[in-house]
């Protein structure tokens, strides 16, 4: 589903067969205009997505972009202006707001996580914990905050976890047969594979044919110690329990990567308004 089908099922089910509030308290000529004004400073996510819902809504009406996606954003800024008919305009107020308060949130937490380790050469990435349906929307937001996209889906990468190696009976035999899977079927796909502590570590190193290592709720000092192992040989990537206080740490580690599923999972919309003018 892509993201007009997500916007137009997304209507069809907050409108219905009408928006019986709007129908029956204005008339069916009345032409308006209205603002959305910013009432929290952070970084602006979905504006082409809010301009979508109104076109869907209405493709008569008129939309005026003010700011665009990825600007920092301050108290009474205006985004947009929109105008035409009066109906139209309320019946796609909520939901383009739903699109654009969630996506900013993430764009501006992801912001914050980008800022706090400013001067390592560490990534911060998101994950799959993301809205059904609406990842698409979530990472990109994470992208417009100054983050990167992890693997999309279950289909872009390989990502080898804990589950998988027991499943598979082990390291070396979930490594194997993960390379063996991507030969027979003629895939080109990147493989991580997680680990836990040094042994399973070592275990990997030893091994080899993957191309990056998650390791898995290590504190700073281990993931110090894991990269002298690793010695540059793989990506790396630190993930668990990292928070926005605890993050320039393990950054300062020098690790490649480190994943935040909080960045899309933990998150408080922006504060924005519909106002009539």
Do not use: W
């Not at 004004?37 to 005026?64: C, M, N, Y």
């Not at 804990?162 to 979930?174: P, R, S, T, Y």
């Not at 690790?255 to 935040?260: K, W």
């Amino acid at each position: 589903m892509n993201i007009k089908e997500i916007i137009k099922s997304a209507i069809a089910e907050d409108v219905g067969p009408g928006d019986y509030s709007s129908l029956s308290t204005i008339p069916t000529d009345a032409t308006n205009s209205a603002k959305l004004l910013i009432k929290e400073d952070g970084i602006l996510a979905g504006i082409d997505i809010a301009k979508e819902v109104f076109r869907q809504v209405d493709s008569t009406l008129k939309f005026e972009k003010k700011i665009e996606d990825g600007t920092h954003v301050k108290i009474g800024d205006i985004a947009f202006i929109v105008s035409g008919s009066a109906i139209s305009i309320l019946t796609g107020e909520r939901l383009a707001l739903n699109f654009m308060q969630r996506m900013s949130g993430i764009a501006t937490s992801t912001n914050k996580y980008v800022k706090a380790i400013e001067g390592t050469n560490t990534k911060i990435l998101d994950t799959r914990k993301t809205t059904p349906l609406l990842r698409e929307f979530e990472k990109y937001s994470v992208k417009v905050g100054g983050g990167k996209n992890h693997r999309f889906a279950l289909y872009d990468m390989i990502m080898i976890k804990d589950n998988h190696i027991d499943f598979a009976g082990g390291i070396a035999e979930a490594i194997d047969s993960c390379n063996k899977y991507l030969s027979d079927n003629s895939l080109d796909l990147r493989i991580e594979i997680e680990v836990r502590n040094n042994n399973e570590l070592e275990q990997v190193l030893k091994k080899g044919n993957i191309h990056r290592i998650m390791l898995d709720n290590y504190s700073p000092n281990q993931i110090s110690e894991a990269l002298k192992l690793i010695d540059k040989r793989y990506e790396t990537e630190a993930s668990g329990g990292i928070t926005i206080e605890t993050i320039r740490s393990y950054a300062e580690t020098g690790v490649d990567y480190i994943s935040v599923g909080a960045l899309t999972h933990h998150i408080k919309s922006q504060d924005m308004s519909l106002v009539a003018f």
